[in-house]
């Protein structure tokens, strides 16, 4: 079972969380009593704080809550009756989207966060690598899962022993590059010492998270729906890793408290039992042949971004799917037509459905979903953690693994730390392999270290690259994704120049200090709010 830090509350602060939190002292727990409005704006707040989401509430919303009094639970018992009649007797799913939880998965690992946020329908926030270190020790522990697997075996003394040179390195390398940016970058008159600091610890985090490994944990934020924690839990069952399933019983446990209504076919030995045993026949089965199959065969170099599959008609169906929603005609008819048309009138069409964006949130619609672009991604994992977030899109990611590699950013050489930068990352692969040795191959990816690269497939429709190339893109973001969206983009360009002509906020600009105009933003508004 795995260690989990408590944190002390004092009898009056129990008090307080109790009517609100589903337990005081394990990593998940449910919001209750709460406005959504409140529990909304606490769970924006966790993303970008190091605080634990209780400790935050104590800290900066009980106030709020106790001069503006809690829910009522009137009707509550009305509502169980009638949730248990047409869930449970009926079967109908879609009664299960009716209710939502806000949950908190604390202290979960790079890979655990992945599991969780595997699901489409829910919406997530996880805490930010780029605003806190990870050199601190709480309970005395680093902020890492050591993985239940090698418990009371040799490799559990390696484990520790390598976390403790990937932390230590960290702390020991966080002073000197954190220097560095201030060298380079020296402090403009017009910015506040808040707005300055703040932007050259995202820089410094930026450049140093990747040298943590996926055991590295995290706090994460989760609203959902019945439904999608039903499907979350049954996964997170058969999960091939023992993290996951020991959470998926806690999370089980937390959900029951506020919907049990709608978790009651999850342990059923027809229902819940046997999907997951399903899924893991599947896994299982397909795992079995891939190393049959491909095993032997070597892979071939390939870019960082391909653009494998695409539709050689895809402006043409687009034109038409446009032309559908406001027009009459048969959709094959439509198409006939549109394909007659010359590339100009078509290009007008796309204009139109595009209209005049006055910001990146302004898209068209559903007509754009009409062509679909697969691309097939090889960058470092922390870099994959964000764009993994895009759930609308198709992401398949494969086995975390040393051996794609990692790429090392020019400021280390010129920082002077190219030296405990190698030292880390050769351990993580000495590690890794050992467990692979071992017979350990999924256990082994808590051992890499987030500047290797993993291979991960994306396929979106042409509105959802809008979406991706042009968020993914901006000032802001890290590096290696901005580079990952905007080569996406490019590629786009080549074989639908009339679609990526859309994509009309893309940022392709040189950035050094990326949360530089962030920060000052944010700091303007807390001025005006003042």
């Known amino acids: ?75 509550s018992a009305r509502a169980d009756k009638l949730y248990d009649k047409v869930f449970v007797e009926y079967g109908d799913d879609s009664v299960a989207q009716l209710g939502g939880v806000h949950l908190a998965c604390e202290q979960s690992s790079q890979l655990l966060c992945k599991a969780l946020e595997w699901g489409r329908l829910a919406a997530y926030l996880e805490q930010s690598t780029r605003y806190m270190r990870y050199d601190g020790r709480p309970g005395d522990r680093w902020r890492a899962t050591v993985p239940t697997e090698i418990e009371g075996t040799d490799l559990k003394s390696e484990f520790d022993g390598f976390l403790d040179t990937v932390f230590t390195t960290y702390g020991q390398m966080y002073g000197p590059l954190d220097a560095f940016w201030r060298e380079r970058f020296p402090k403009s008159d017009a910015d506040s010492e808040f707005v300055y600091n703040q ?50 019983a806690m999370v089980l446990t937390e959900l029951r408290k506020v919907i049990p209504e709608f978790l009651k076919r999850v342990d059923v030995p027809e229902r819940g039992v046997a999907w997951g045993a399903y899924w893991e026949a599947n896994r299982e089965a397909t795992e079995h042949l891939a190393a049959k199959l491909l095993s032997d065969t070597e892979a071939e170099p390939r870019p960082e971004v391909t653009l494998t599959d695409f539709d050689p008609d895809g402006e043409i169906k687009l034109t038409a799917a446009v032309l559908y929603a406001v027009g009459h005609l048969p959709d094959d008819q439509i198409l006939t037509l549109v394909r007659a048309m010359s590339t100009d009138e078509r290009a007008a069409i796309l204009a139109a459905s595009v209209g005049d964006r006055a910001n990146r949130r302004h898209k068209p619609g559903r007509a754009w979903e009409r062509t679909q672009y697969r691309f097939d991604v090889l960058c470092d994992f922390g870099a994959f953690r964000d764009l993994q977030r895009h759930r609308p899109l198709t992401v398949e990611w494969q086995r975390l693994t040393t051996a794609h590699g990692y790429d090392t950013p020019t400021e280390i050489d010129e920082a002077g730390l190219r030296e405990p930068w190698e030292r880390v990352l050769g351990a993580s692969a000495a590690l890794a392999t050992r467990l692979l040795t071992a017979g350990l191959p999924d256990v082994a990816q808590y051992a890499v270290s987030m500047a290797y690269k993993i291979r991960f497939v994306m396929q979106m429709t042409a509105r959802e690259a809008m979406h991706l190339t042009e968020l993914r893109s901006q000032p802001q973001g890290h590096p290696a994704y901005r580079r990952v969206a905007q080569s996406m983009a490019r590629q786009i360009a080549e074989v639908h120049p009339a679609v990526a002509a859309a994509f009309t906020y893309l940022d392709t600009s040189e950035v050094d200090l990326a949360r530089l105009e962030a920060e000052r933003r944010l700091e303007a508004k807390r001025t005006a709010q003042a």
Not at 9 to 14: A, C, G, L, M, Y
Request: glycine share 6%; proline share 5%; hydrophobic share 40%.
């Open 1 to 75: 079972m795995q260690w989990y830090t408590s944190e002390a509350f004092t009898p009056s602060e129990r008090d307080q969380l109790a009517p609100h939190f589903t337990n005081l002292d394990g990593p998940v727990f449910a919001l209750t009593n709460l406005p959504e409005a409140v529990k909304g704006a606490l769970f924006a707040r966790y993303s970008r704080s190091t605080k634990s989401l209780r400790r935050l509430f104590l800290d900066e919303f009980v106030q709020d809550v106790t001069d503006a009094g809690t829910l009522s639970n009137v009707g």
């Open 199 to 248: 932007t050259i610890m995202a820089k410094t985090c930026d450049t140093l998270r990747v040298l943590l490994p996926a055991a590295t944990r995290s706090n994460l934020g989760i609203y959902a729906t019945g439904q999608s924690y039903e499907q979350l839990v049954m996964r997170l069952a058969v999960h091939p890793l023992a993290e996951m399933r020991e959470y998926g």
